[in-house]
């Protein structure tokens, strides 16, 4: 096999630089893909930045992939080469411990990221296990439909795991990568939807995606009207918040799930809590199953990534714009 050719931080925080790997032999279950889009997902800059202390240079990042299947191992049998393709935030897990046999591989705890501690999706070609490897609905543009390997599945896991329904009301906290997407998994599953946002520049896109009301964070007034209002609130911002606000927001028996990573620790009073059995919850992406679900739900409803497109070579002046939050909603390097 051919080299694979990409690009790689050598050192944290580090501008990509370009980088060929060998791949090796194929798998028996591996699958490669011939990338044509690769999103760029805020945990690919926690990685270049070794934010989480868990990065090993060097790496290619990338975990939002879609492109045609070039090569399959012997004992693939749900995938052929030629096939669109997509890959996720995870490459591979065990397939036999408790979680791997109920369905839920995203909880193994063997489980294997797609570019951590291996390369990713900013390249030419990547390989994964080919569980983990997803054939793509034909009504889903490429472009659109990368973000929804991570971000898509990050959102619409937790809304499934919760059975939101439409006697739901859901709150969606930051209204960018992964909110957008949220809005828009709310409304399909009929749920009456409001955005939280410390933007009021991004009301009238959130109404666009779907939300009935929209709430400044900023205003204390406006945060006091919603009060014991919500079921279910989706916290999607990688920001602290007012969580003492946001739980007197649940109705009782409510639940605020967290998605996004808030930099400072979680502090909330116990009473609310024990008062209207409330729930405090964080989740993670979902299982093939999910994903598969995720995806076909995309396709029938036409739930899509509002994406900005950039040639595989500019990848760092994306990521720099991803950092400034210059982007509406998902960066995507094609190539």
Known sequence: MAQIQGLAAHAAGAELLSFRYDPGELGMHEVEIGITHCGICHSDIHLI??????????????????????????????????????????????????????????????????????????????????RFVFGIPDSLPSEQAAPLLCGGITVFNPLRDHAINPSSRVGVVGIGGLGHLAIQFARVFGAEVTAFSSSTAKEEEARAFGAHHFVNTRESKAMKEVTGTQDFILNTANADQDWGVLIQALRPTGTLCLVGVPPSPVSLQAFP????????????????????????????????????????AKANEAIEKVKKNKVRYRAVLTN
């Open 273 to 312: 809590l024990i008062a209207g059995i409330r729930t405090v919850t964080g989740s993670p992406i979902g299982s093939p199953h999910r994903i598969r679900e995720m995806l076909d739900v995309s396709a029938r409803h036409g739930v899509k990534a509002a994406t900005e497109p950039f040639p595989m």
């Open 49 to 130: 930045s070794n934010d989480w202390g868990i990065s090993q240079y060097p790496f290619i990042p990338g975990h939002e992939v879609i492109g045609t299947v070039t090569a399959i191992g012997s004992q693939v049998r749900s995938l052929a080469v030629g096939q669109r393709a997509g890959l996720g935030w995870q490459s591979n897990s065990c397939g036999e411990c408790e979680w791997c046999t109920q369905g839920l591989e995203n909880l193994c705890p063997r489980s294997e990221a797609t570019c951590v501690h291996r390369h990713g999706g900013y390249a030419n070609r990547v390989r994964a296990n080919g």
